[in-house]
């Protein structure tokens, strides 16, 4: 009897302990879709970064520019974090940030914007239908299509950076 509740003690105190960490973090899919956002800033705002001085640099006619990819990056953070969180944006698009630091700093706070919306998400709010692109889509749809169109991007900004001899910071 003293073994099976020293067992029972055993046990209930490991619960005990791991309930403060089960609360610390959000759990499931917003956990998985916050950090890889959070990947994403990193990446990108170092590339931002190293490339400061190549903004204008384009691999040819009819393509996307260094600050153009930067810029839409923001932008389709703003979308979606809209889009997560019930708010409509009425207003014209922005100009295109050309300032090195400001670009930066603008990534940075999409991504946080979207770290937020993300984190704020309910299982069954991942559910929810919201339409993004003229298209009708759940919340988890919404993410799944602009984190891998961002994953595209951040390839492409790496070429990018090689293109003109730019090692990415983590690549160092």
Known sequence: MKKIL????????AVVLMVP?????PAGMQ???AKDAGTLSEKFTGLARVMSGKYDWKPGQGVRSVGDVFNLIVEENGLLADALT?????GAEPAPITDPEKLQEALKASYANLQKAITGLSDSDLQTHVKLFGRDMTKQGAL???LEDQHEHLGQS???ARSNGVVPPWSK
Do not use: M, R
């Open 31 to 33: 956990a998985a879709f």
């Open 6 to 13: 020293t067992q029972y003690g055993v046990c209930a105190l």
């Open 158 to 160: 790496i070429a990018y």
């Open 86 to 90: 019930g708010k409509t944006n009425t």
């Open 21 to 25: 960490l089960a609360q610390a973090e």
């Open 144 to 146: 799944l299509l602009i």
